[in-house]
């Protein structure tokens, strides 16, 4: 599992991590496994863990007063997981972030996250990238919410992330572009048809 | 206008800048005063400055096929404008931002952010408490753009941003939000009868 995550800090910050330098990346992530279904965040809670996907897919969601869920977040492979929010500032949570699949994990804790900082200059350059390349996507993503008709925001989805159709069930692909299955079902038959 | 720069960066980052230290950020950022209407980057340019806004109000927005705006982000003072991908990828913008009020700011360009990170320790810091924040409220924003009602959204920008609702005319509200301005206008009535 080291393997994939060491393969990954490298290419996103097109570098060579040295091997005294990535010892404190294996101090500071343990592995851990779960399985389809399981929770690695309840609502309420803080988020005590980010993780790294090795395998699998996880989301992160809101459930409303109604009952409904809205998927704010997917993850698969090389994506991060975790609250932002209540992992950095340890408030209660607003989201659940559970497992689509059966999952492989890097999970690390703030504290952990702290000392790498200190430790390895390439985790911050790292951290630069992702928050960079995170801010990007956000603004992209508002950007399709607020202005694209539903039929641009799938067509969007399969030209950007066309591993999340294969990999989520098409409720929870609704769910994430603010969709009701209904339509999202009627639009895929259209964009098929073309 | 300086001066407001640094009691910025002195109360972001709960530090105090030293004078040598800030002689940095003057040569960093230079005055630039624009007026209600004025371009700050059109679709198709590089976006070749961030700017700090100490007064006035700005929009980022994008233009769609059949010629309707989409407002992705507002600015008012102590908030930054600029296309950041296109600022730091140097690709073509695929946004317009304008002034919405004469505005007085500073700005800077990416040679200069960079130098400015090799030279202020501080400022990394100011950058690592903004990509976080921003992270946070892009995140915010997605939720309630996908699982919102078009009251809920409201609400949530009158608690959220309240000042916006008077620097902004209607019709850039309802674009922000992804709202007609006919159903923004049903909206604002029902809730100030409540």
């Given amino acids: ?9 490298n290419e996103v910050t097109s570098s060579i991590i040295p091997d005294d330098e990535f010892k404190h990346y294996e101090e500071a992530f ?20 980010a993780a790294f996907i090795v395998k699998g897919a996880m989301r992160l969601y809101s459930i409303d ?3 409904h869920e809205h998927i704010v977040r997917f993850g698969i492979e090389s994506w991060w997981m975790t609250d932002r929010e209540s992992f950095q500032m340890l408030t209660p949570s607003r989201y659940n ?11 690390t804790t703030s504290e952990a996250v702290a000392r790498l900082k200190d430790r390895s200059p390439l985790f911050l350059k790292l951290m630069q990238i992702l928050d960079q390349n995170s801010y ?33 069930p098409q409720n929870m692909i609704a769910s994430y572009l603010g969709l009701t299955p209904e339509t999202l079902s009627r639009i895929r038959k259209q964009v098929l048809l073309k």
Same sequence: chains 1, 2.
């Avoid at 972030?97 to 999970?107: G, K, Q, R, S, T």
């Fill in 1 to 9: 599992m080291y393997d994939v995550f060491r393969k990954y800090i």
């Fill in 30 to 49: 343990a592995k851990k496994t779960m399985k389809k279904k399981q929770f690695f965040l309840h609502e309420g809670s803080v988020c005590k863990y």
């Fill in 65 to 67: 007063e109604k009952g």
């Fill in 97 to 107: 972030i559970d497992a689509v699949e059966d999952c492989e994990l890097l999970v």
């Fill in 136 to 168: 990007i996507a956000s603004q992209h993503r508002i950007e399709s919410t607020i202005s694209y008709t539903a039929e641009e925001k799938f067509m969007q989805l399969m030209n950007t992330y066309p591993a999340f159709l294969h990999r989520f």
